[in-house]
């Protein structure tokens, strides 16, 4: 008689990029860098698929991101919230949108909760096949990084 395991269901959110399987975690975080909301999916996904998901609801005077997020659809989004969009221009783009960029020093702060989540092992090495299991461990991550 042979067992099998149960076949795991559900979405995975890994997607095959140049460097092989990867998944891409969105975050959106507030003024003082802590996580509010994460958002998965695979790394040959556009960052700009995910913004207007990344900023529903949450209210903010400025919106700072990077060039991955620069769209002349997100940034009119944002102006009809009534928030700044705090977003460099891609090199390709004819006009070049003029930032702030003593506020755009800002978004470091997202670069190291990044890098706070990632000091834990299961973060960085994804040993979850599901997209829920590896969100769970990254908001447990993220609970524990705020609580320190």
């Known amino acids: 008689m042979c067992r099998r395991r149960a076949k795991k269901q559900g979405a995975q959110s890994l997607g095959r990029s140049r460097g092989g399987f990867s998944t891409k975690l969105h ?11 994460f958002i998965l999916t695979g790394g040959e996904r556009n960052d700009i698929t995910q913004a207007a998901s ?4 949450l209210p903010a005077a400025h919106v700072i ?4 997020y620069d769209s002349e ?20 783009n004819k006009v070049q949108r003029e930032i702030d960029t003593h506020l755009y020093q800002e978004r ?15 973060v960085f ?9 590896y969100l769970s461990v990254i908001y447990f991550a993220s609970s524990v990084v705020w609580l320190r």
Do not use: M, W, Y
């Open 54 to 57: 990344l900023v529903k609801d």
């Open 108 to 122: 470091h702060l997202i670069e190291n909760q990044i890098g706070k989540l990632k000091q834990f092992r299961r």
């Open 65 to 68: 991101a990077d060039k991955g």
């Open 73 to 92: 659809a997100f940034v009119s989004h944002l102006k009809g919230r009534d928030s700044e969009a705090v977003i460099p221009s891609r090199a390709t």
């Open 125 to 133: 090495s994804r040993f979850d096949k599901l997209a829920k299991n």
């Open 27 to 37: 975050l959106a975080a507030d003024a003082l860098g802590n996580a509010l909301r």
